[in-house]
């Protein structure tokens, strides 16, 4: 349940510019209000420093070595505000709250409760949950488990905020308990770019650093909105464009961030007097970015025919595979194809391909709108194949930026948290810890939802995160967890994965990232990694909500010992020496991951360090053929017809991920609700359609799948798309419509069709 609009609803003027003293007012008062102004202010001092702790928001890099006094967005202190506050949900707030009841709620409201403080129990069939001690708590898990058939009817799911060493205890805990059945928040996000890069330049991460982008002659952002997701980028684009820099932005959505930054920490950006940071939009159709791309490319090669000097060819012939077929496959399109695909015209493709002429360095930048479509995979492909054409990866100010949205997202897959990984990360567990662990495939998300729904998976396990609310299909999932057994949460705040459970499902509060983490009396510290493979330390500097929270270390551990009793591939594993000091877990990472040499010594050494990368390093591809490989696809993009709908679902300025803070979104001049369509003006009116009008959205792939009580607000966007909030519109997208090879769920391009509600 959300909220419905009502009559306080405003609709403003869309912004023009991000940040500036607004940003910084609202900043303070989500600090001020939610934890005291004395306290909200030194955590958000203390936030993103090398003694401080990492940021539970965003996964953007921070400068290596002397850190800003102010390193926090505002989207920052939103979520540093979130997890500190001192609201509390309590054992008398559960028992006053039926399931039922909050069920009712929005996903603010649940949110605006507080911090869970006790473990927490519901029987089946009840409806309430109950206090558990933790014994009691560990004691079901493992029981649970341990009458399982075979390990693989048990699944563990992963968030982005957990740490490299919950991570990393997390997966060897999983792999040794008997099963690969890992489903993360990658799969719901970036899985697209890590697909679609190791099959092209051999590694699933992007190859440029802060330096690099910073120096850059030419940067394109593709389907990313940094004003509200990664508000710190705008800095650095800002850095770049004081150098000269061209910035391109390819996105359905001419968001306020890429137009003019006013940089908080500079007095003309208090004043209002930014900088101006796109030099071209491009209002490209919804899905028309591989049609885009293949425009880019045909560009390129009729410009090589003549002058002879655009392409990069000693460095295709050098390093990749794969060109002539891909010239040939290129050519094959006519302009008249790729304009009617990407809704851009051949003067806009060759506006936005003068810019490469110009550059000498140029970066790919993206999120999520290139991610999750069903050809997304091609995308992320078709990206690195335009700059392979100019040689643009491997050197400064060059290459690929896939930018992650939680903080540590890319640092959980680097730690093993992943449902195929290769064998020869399974053989460097087996070598140092003495195990035999299987290697065959788990299940991602989509496919644990299936096999939940099928009664294959029996027992549920989430590592923070919330899943059932960031899922598709949420008719669908929300009977896939009904069919478990038991279904557990790890959380900090309570969210809608707490309401849709499991016959017994149990929610167990933990420590977050502002909190200090004391083990035996001595103070622990954890590790992240950013967008740009760099090591960080986290420091919790704040008293813990409660004293009953526990790490996600000293969870997992826990668990893991009291099944080691009757478990002996878990036997083996030295727990109890991982729960007393987590420098033993980063000495277990350093001997099996790569790049992790030392791990201690460097970490506590300078608090950070950045990890190797073959492409960035050594111009390095570790492909099957140990080339960077052109790839062919088609352009076609997803289509409806006359009267219908591609919707996209995007995220508001006051929201990180499924956390909603406020109603608002100040950007697009949204003010007290969530439950909006934004359609372009003229489509409306052909339709019959007035502003503020309610309406229902009706998803294509089933007429069944209906999202009610919206509005329709007139936006800047293409004919025949249209945006809705993430996660209010998710039950439009059909667990079958994903990703071809990642699996993704395509939240970007959904087919539907705009019903006026009765009054």
Not at 338 to 343: F, K, L, P, R, Y
Request: proline share 3%; aromatic share 8%; glycine share 6%.
């Amino acid at each position: 349940m959300t909220d419905k609009p009502d009559n306080n609803v405003q609709i403003s003027k869309q912004k023009q510019d991000a940040a500036g003293l607004k940003a910084v007012i609202n900043a303070y008062k989500h600090a001020a209000t939610k934890v005291g102004p004395i306290d909200g202010s030194k955590l958000l001092i203390e936030v993103n420093q090398i003694e401080g702790f990492d940021c539970p928001g965003c996964a953007w890099p921070d400068p290596m070595g002397k850190k800003s006094t102010f390193s926090f967005c505002e989207n920052g202190a939103k979520a540093i505000a979130d997890e500190a506050t001192t609201k509390k949900a309590d054992e008398a707030f559960f028992a006053n709250n039926s399931i039922t009841f909050l069920k009712t709620k929005s996903d603010r409201w649940l949110n605006e409760q507080g911090r869970l403080v006790s473990p927490l129990y519901k029987a089946e069939r009840a409806d309430h949950y109950k206090v558990i001690s933790w014994t009691d708590a560990i004691d079901l898990m493992a029981h649970k488990l341990s009458e399982l058939d075979n390990a693989d009817e048990a699944a563990f799911y992963t968030s982005g905020r957990t740490s490299n060493e919950a991570a990393y205890l997390y997966q060897l805990f999983i792999r040794t308990f008997g099963t690969n059945n890992m489903p993360d928040c990658s799969n719901m996000c970036h899985e697209s770019s890590g697909i679609g890069l190791v099959e092209t330049i051999g590694i699933g991460k992007g190859t440029v650093s802060l330096d690099d982008l910073e120096s850059s002659e030419c940067i394109f952002i593709f389907g990313q909105n940094p004003g509200s997701n990664h508000p710190r980028m705008l800095a650095s684009l800002q850095a770049a464009k004081r150098r000269n820099c061209k910035i391109v932005s390819i996105n359905p959505l001419d968001e306020a961030g890429l137009q003019k930054f006013n940089n908080p920490q500079e007095i003309s950006g208090l004043a209002g007097q930014g900088t101006k940071l796109r030099d071209l939009h491009l209002p490209i159709k919804i899905n028309g970015d591989a049609a885009f791309l293949t425009g880019l490319a045909k560009f390129l090669f009729e410009k090589h025919e003549l002058t002879n000097d655009v392409l990069d060819v000693d460095f295709i012939q050098k390093y990749c595979e794969g060109f002539e077929s891909f010239k040939e496959h290129i050519n094959t399109f006519v302009w008249e194809d790729i304009t009617e695909a990407s809704g851009l015209t051949k003067k806009q493709i060759q506006e936005a391909g003068a810019y490469l002429l110009e550059s000498k360095k140029t970066i790919f930048c993206w999120a999520m709108g290139m991610t999750q479509h069903k050809n997304a995979v091609a995308n992320i492909q078709l990206m690195a194949n335009v700059l392979m054409l100019q040689g643009n990866l491997g050197k400064a100010g060059s290459g690929v930026c896939p930018v992650r949205g939680h903080s540590n997202v890319q640092g959980d897959r680097t730690m093993g948290i992943w449902e195929n990984a290769p064998l020869s990360f399974i053989n460097k567990l087996n070598e140092y810890h003495k195990l035999s662990l299987k290697s065959d495939k788990g299940v991602n998300t989509i496919e644990c939802i299936e096999q939940m729904h099928q009664e294959k998976i029996k027992v549920f396990i989430g590592l923070g995160g919330n899943f059932y609310r960031a899922a598709p299909d949420h008719d669908f999932t929300e009977k896939a967890l009904a069919n478990c057994d038991l279904t557990v949460q790890i959380s900090t705040k309570l969210n809608m994965s707490h309401l849709y459970t499991g016959k017994e499902a149990l929610i167990l509060p933990t420590l977050g990232r502002t909190e200090i983490d004391h083990i035996n009396q001595k103070l622990q510290f954890v590790t992240v990694e950013n967008s740009m493979g760099v090591i960080q330390t986290s420091h919790g500097r704040k008293p813990p909500a409660s004293t009953e929270l526990k790490s996600e270390v000293a969870i997992v551990g826990e668990l893991a010992l009291k099944l080691s009793d009757t478990h002996t591939e878990l036997a083996k594993v030295k727990w109890q020496n991982y729960l007393s000091d987590y420098a033993e877990i980063r000495e277990a990472i350093s001997n099996t991951i790569e790049g992790f040499d030392n791990f201690n010594e460097r970490i506590n050494s300078a608090g950070e360090f950045m990890l190797p990368n073959p492409v960035r390093d050594q111009l390095k591809f570790n492909t099957h053929n140990g080339k960077a490989n052109f790839i062919q696809h088609s352009i076609e993009s997803a289509k409806v017809k006359a009267n219908e709908f591609i919707l996209m679902t995007i995220r508001s300025h006051d929201q990180f991920n499924t956390t909603v803070y406020t109603n608002h979104d100040r950007y697009r001049g949204i003010k007290g609700t969530r439950r909006v369509i934004f359609i372009n003006k003229s489509d409306a009116e052909k339709l019959g359609y007035s502003e503020l009008q309610k309406v229902s959205v009706q998803a294509l792939s089933n007429k069944q799948k209906v999202v009610h009580d919206f509005i329709l607000v007139f936006y800047d966007i293409p004919k025949g798309c249209i945006a809705g909030y993430y996660p209010e519109t998710n039950n439009l997208i059909s667990i079958k419509d994903f990703a071809h090879k990642s699996f993704t769920p395509a939240y970007k391009s959904v087919p539907v069709r705009i019903v006026a509600d009765e009054e």
